[in-house]
């Protein structure tokens, strides 16, 4: 997240009703419900991960055991089987 100086985006009146309430700290302003955007969206880590998910998944249907699977993939077993078991 970038700070921003208040002065330098917002109308003059709206910093000085701002100034009312809170002075030299920082406000945070959340997107509206309909732009926020869930995590790994913009970056598309999330997309990786389902993919890389279906992969594991697949595996362990083909004969890999969650032991061989979380070597490779360097993830606990623990984290495997929630994978495996999501579904």
Do not use: F
Not at 7 to 25: K, S
Not at 34 to 48: T, V
């Amino acid at each position: 997240m970038k700070y921003m100086n208040a002065n330098e985006i917002l109308p003059a009146w709206l910093v000085e009703e701002l100034q009312r309430y809170m002075q030299a700290g920082y406000i945070y302003i959340p997107a509206k419900a309909e732009q926020h955007k869930s995590w790994g969206e913009l970056s598309g880590y999330r997309k990786e991960l389902e993919k890389r998910n279906k992969k594991i998944i697949s595996e362990y249907k083909q004969g890999a055991s969650m032991e061989e699977l979380a070597e490779y993939y360097h993830l606990s077993v623990y984290a495997i089987r929630k994978i495996i078991y999501q579904r």
